[in-house]
């Protein structure tokens, strides 16, 4: 049974999806600048390892792993620094949850036709080591 892999890296802080905004005169609903941004980029940074592997958008079943490296705030003691390099300390925003739907939300249509076929997905976030940038890696895994 083999299994097909597609790896990429989008570089820079990891957004989580925000929530709609409403615009009460218009009745208008939109999403946040910020997150259409972000979506953007994954989009393109899956885009590129796509055509990289000469791959098409897929429409079976497939599994997903988000890895998110955040930045340590530069405002921390040295101790707090240093446990959040060696993990002793997990990063509380943005959420997983809403880390994961920014990153699909921008594979949509270019890796997959649609998330429902996700049956598997794991997400993790920690702080960045000394020499990592921000960044998100994913890996996606189908048949």
């Known amino acids: 049974m083999d299994c097909n892999r597609l790896k990429f890296i989008v570089m820079g802080d990891p957004v ?18 910020k997150t259409k941004d972000y979506e953007k980029k994954c989009g393109q940074a899956a885009w590129v390892a796509m055509t990289k592997n000469k791959l098409e ?4 079943n497939c599994s997903v792993k988000i890895l998110a490296f955040l930045r340590v705030p530069k405002s921390w003691s040295k101790k ?17 949850d809403n880390i994961a739907k920014s990153v699909l939300d921008g594979m949509q ?7 429902k076929q996700i049956f598997h997905l794991e997400v993790t ?12 890696q994913v890996e996606v895994f189908w048949q």
Request: aromatic fraction near 8%; hydrophobic fraction near 30%.
């Open 16 to 33: 989580g999806k925000g929530r709609p905004r409403f615009v009460r005169s218009t009745g208008i609903i939109y999403t946040p600048k």
């Open 57 to 60: 958008c897929f429409e079976g």
């Open 80 to 96: 707090k620094t240093l446990e959040a390099h060696l993990g002793k300390v997990i990063p509380t925003l943005p959420d997983v």
């Open 109 to 115: 249509k270019i890796v997959f036709k649609d998330d």
């Open 125 to 136: 976030k920690r702080y960045c080591d000394e020499d990592t940038e921000p960044q998100v």
